[in-house]
């Protein structure tokens, strides 16, 4: 079965805080995604990589960077966490040349 | 700049109904149009998708139409059901590698079946 795991569910974290959210797949996937999901205004990509050591800014990058060091593995960076950051992560993987999104769980995390 | 505008943001129906959620879209370069199903607690999940060279699609109780030259698509559950209670995602992306493969996400209807 494949699976999607991000490693923490539920985050609370202090403005200016660095903020790390893990994202491992075990398919062997190619591509990879960070999504923001907030009421009102759906899925937004943050940032996607096409392969390992790549990586391509989405819809909505500011205050964000990633690190995608090895094939599984998938990490959303929050430099210096803000209020305005506060909002449901998802993280989705796919085959590369195919249209079916696999997604996590989602981290929720709060900005205090 | 919202390429998918998806519609209605809420949605309730009772048991037995049909459930409509429309979506359209501004990029005529897209070519691949999948809905996805999210549970709360979870991640959203491919429910069925449709490529503009057929109109309809239907997959058991789900049925995805599709009007190219109105850019517009639709998601219809028939015979809705309380475990189709769920919120749906309308998305479309253009196939291919690199930066037009990714896929552009409606804002979501938040769908309650009752009994």
């Known amino acids: 079965d494949v699976k999607v795991t991000q490693s923490s569910r539920y985050l609370v974290k202090r403005t200016g805080e660095k903020v790390f959210l893990e994202c491992v797949q075990d398919m062997d996937h190619e591509n990879m995604f960070w999504y923001r999901q907030d009421p009102g205004l759906g899925l937004r990509l943050i940032y996607f990589?096409?392969?390992?050591?790549?990586?391509e800014k989405g819809d909505i990058p500011e205050g964000y960077s990633v690190s995608r060091e090895k094939k599984e593995r998938f990490s959303l960076i929050l430099e210096s966490a803000s209020t305005n950051q506060t909002s449901m992560y998802l993280c989705?993987?796919?085959?590369?040349?195919?249209?079916?999104?696999?997604f996590g769980e989602g981290s929720r995390l709060t900005v205090l | 700049q919202q390429q998918v505008k998806q519609s209605p943001q809420s949605l309730i129906v009772q048991k037995g109904g049909i459930s409509i959620i429309n979506c359209a879209y501004e990029?005529?370069?897209?070519?691949?149009f999948p809905w996805y199903q999210q549970f709360p607690g979870k991640g959203p999940a491919l429910l069925i998708a449709i490529r503009p060279d057929v109109s309809e699609k239907k997959e058991g109780r789900f049925t995805i139409s599709f009007n190219k030259s109105a850019k517009q698509f639709s998601l219809h559950i028939m015979d809705s059901q309380p475990g189709d209670s769920a919120t749906y995602f309308c998305a479309a992306s253009m196939a291919g590698a690199g930066t037009a493969s990714k896929l552009t996400f409606g804002t979501g209807t938040r769908l309650q079946v009752t009994l």
């Open positions: 989705a993987s796919r085959r590369q040349g195919a249209g079916e999104l696999f």
């Open positions: 990589s096409y392969d390992v050591k790549m990586k």
């Open positions: 990029n005529t370069a897209f070519d691949y």
